[in-house]
């Protein structure tokens, strides 16, 4: 019922792309959902139309106050009767038995007219244009969504605007704004206090409370782009494709074991019962050898952050010297001149897929040279943009994009409870608590204001999209963004330019380019993979040779002599510093078979695989902050000089072997 409610406004939507109510009327529905990452995107673009509604020179004001002529003269009771609620939040003193349009336009005055009062063509256009400029609720809703997904800084931004706005404006109770205004503070100031409990929240600024947050990696219902990724048709689609870059190849059904809880369930037993997650990997279709190079795939997919690198635009290897015999293979862009590519190949590709849509639209600046601590998610930032360039050149939705329809973005698969069936009691325990509607599946996927709705909005006016037109909304929604955003995070890679050399890429600056290689990213990891790789204009899987079977270290502590702690045996290999610490090396248990046999399932790496298991696990560990879930490569010939942030995050939980 919930879901149908949501698609009857969805396809008003459609009818109706540039009116207020409906954007403000999905805003409400998605909240009431859980959606409160939807919910912000709504209400935001629903502040850009009454923006535009109320400039005249605007680029959409025609059509956005067309809109509101429409909505007045239908009489839509659904729309009414969500303006009538966000009206009456204004301090509207009471509300009518019989709500009409015309009654709703004359909250401008503050009052309600007699039922079957006529108010004039001109009165009704005016008053709408008051009630949505001048009502609390054109920040409220954007303001209580963005408190639900931790992006504090930005909530208390709008708050503060939505109260300076309206500080003049007559007969309107700011009272919502002013308690949301609090609530924000008390919460950044929770948060800042669980950092450090002795914090003067006082001499804090805003620009240092918590800002990202985190929403769900949801398969939404409406989503019909996502493919059955394990039935036989679309695998027989996909090997077809895997074939063109890995001959030997092939994709299948695998199982793994799960490595994270069930949360779909509310029984926590279940997931004790549940050992193993199907979901795809990639096998040896023939005997491999060591030496082989078995897989080796470019794509467009990519992305740099820094705005002065000399890369390919395409594929983003490293253009030659200028002096350099090499040099004569690079091409420019004819049209605008800035793009330039490492061959006339890569520049094809480009224009082919992708390079149309950007050719001459001033987008170099978006996400470039930003702080390291924001180098990663300009990556991502940038991998949205090229992909949204993708799917304008291709004229495909972007998440039918060969490049990205097949990766799985550890999604989760339950719809919320509907509000109507839900608990009304505030215990979180309550699978259908309405503060809970997705029965307690945490959130993982970040979000900011900004990632999220601010830049792909910013993206799409650069590209010359109305993000608006019915056409487009389809295709660009803030749902779309959010699908991408998982997909990436579960597959991307990265690496620092110039593979890392003094004068190019540094360890300080973080992760500097970025790419989706859909194949290679279906093949899952072990601690002991049996291919190597490497990512040049290209990634590689090239098979090892010989490996080590090795056991995991182990890590304790020996009670020191004398003081009565148990005592742990150190056994040979290990070694035990002054406070009795101990760390076990690995034993060595002997050699594995050199090659892979027919049958075998790939299985790479996230670090460099000559490091011990434990000095790769550290890596991860240590590293964490700088990528999600990344890991660090190092050149044991000069530690930290050159390293590569591998960010190959696969699948439902249980999609990495251990």
């Not at 509604?53 to 004001?61: A, C, K, Q, T």
């Not at 199907?278 to 820094?306: C, H, M, W, Y």
């Amino acid at each position: 019922m919930a879901i149908a409610s949501l698609s009857i406004l969805q396809t008003k939507l459609v009818i109706e792309p540039y009116s207020i109510p409906v954007h403000l009327a999905l805003s409400q529905r998605f909240k009431s959902l859980g959606y409160s990452d939807l919910a912000a995107g709504y209400a935001y673009k629903a502040l850009l139309l009454i923006d535009e509604v109320l400039e005249d020179s605007g680029e959409y004001h025609q059509q956005a106050l067309e809109a509101a002529q429409n909505f007045l003269e239908s009489s839509d009771p659904d729309l009414a009767d969500a303006v009538a609620g966000l009206a009456l939040q204004d301090g509207v003193s009471e509300k009518p038995e019989d709500i009409s349009i015309d009654r709703i336009m004359a909250i401008a005055s503050g009052t309600w007219p007699s039922p079957g009062a006529v108010i004039s063509s001109s009165s009704v256009v005016s008053g709408y244009v008051d009630i949505w400029a001048n009502g609390t609720h054109r920040y409220q809703l954007l303001v209580h969504a963005l408190i639900e997904c931790g992006c504090l800084r930005s909530a208390m931004d709008l708050c503060s605007r939505g109260l300076q706005t309206l500080e003049d404006v007559p007969n309107i109770d700011a009272s919502k704004l002013k308690e949301a205004s609090v609530l924000i503070q008390q919460k950044a100031y929770s948060h800042l206090k669980d950092k450090d409990e002795t914090v003067d929240f006082e001499s804090v600024p805003t620009s240092a409370w918590p800002e990202q947050g985190y929403v769900r990696r949801e398969l939404y219902p409406w989503n019909i782009h996502e493919p059955d990724r394990l039935s036989e048709a679309l695998l027989r689609t996909m090997n077809l494709e895997m074939h063109k870059v890995a001959p030997k190849l092939e994709v299948r059904v695998t199982e793994l074991p799960v490595l994270l809880p069930d949360h779909s369930s509310s029984d926590s037993s279940a997931s004790k019962n549940t050992s193993t997650v199907k979901q795809l990997g990639v096998f040896a279709s023939e005997d491999l050898v060591p030496g082989d190079i078995i897989l080796d795939e470019t794509s467009v997919l990519t992305a740099n952050n820094r705005l002065n690198d000399t890369l390919c635009d395409a594929c983003s290897s490293d253009l030659p010297e200028l002096n350099s015999t090499s040099a004569t293979a690079t091409v420019s862009c004819a049209e605008c001149d800035t793009a330039i590519f490492c061959s006339q190949q890569c520049h094809d590709l480009a224009q082919a897929t992708y390079h149309a849509a950007l050719c001459d639209r001033s987008i170099e600046a978006i996400a470039k040279d930003v702080a390291p601590t924001e180098a990663a998610s300009a990556l991502y930032t940038l991998l949205l943009l090229r992909t949204l360039a993708m799917a304008e050149t291709q004229d495909v939705h972007p998440l039918d994009l060969t490049e990205v329809k097949y990766i799985w973005g550890d999604f989760t698969n339950n719809s919320p409870a509907p509000p109507e069936s839900t608990s009304t009691n505030n215990n979180p325990s309550s699978s259908s608590s309405p503060s809970d509607p997705f029965h307690h599946h945490p959130p993982t996927l970040p979000f900011t204001f900004a990632a999220n709705i601010l830049l792909p909005l910013h993206m799409l006016e650069k590209l010359d999209i109305d993000p608006f037109a019915a056409a487009a909304a389809a295709r660009y929604d803030i749902w779309v963004f959010n699908t991408l955003y998982a997909k990436f995070r579960g597959t991307a890679s990265a690496r620092l330019t110039g593979g890392g050399h003094r004068g190019r890429g540094s360890v300080a600056r973080g992760p500097e380019v970025g790419a989706v290689h859909p194949w290679w990213g279906l093949a899952n990891h072990s601690c002991d993979p049996n291919v190597g790789w490497e990512w040049g204009g290209s990634v590689r899987f090239v098979v090892r040779g010989e490996r080590k079977r090795w056991c995991r270290r182990r890590w304790g502590r020996r009670g020191r002599r004398g003081s009565g702690e148990d005592e742990t045996k150190v056994g040979e290999g290990g070694s035990e510093d002054e406070d009795g610490e101990v760390e076990m090396e690995e034993e060595e248990k002997g050699p594995l078979e050199a090659g892979i046999r027919k049958g075998e399932e790939i299985l790479g790496h996230y670090c460099d695989v000559d490091l011990p298991v434990g000095d790769r696990r550290v890596s991860i560990s240590r590293w964490d902050d700088l990528i999600e879930r990344s890991s660090l490569t190092i050149d044991r010939n000069g530690p930290l000089e050159r390293w590569e942030v591998i960010v190959f995050v696969k699948g439902v939980g249980g999609s990495h072997t251990r």
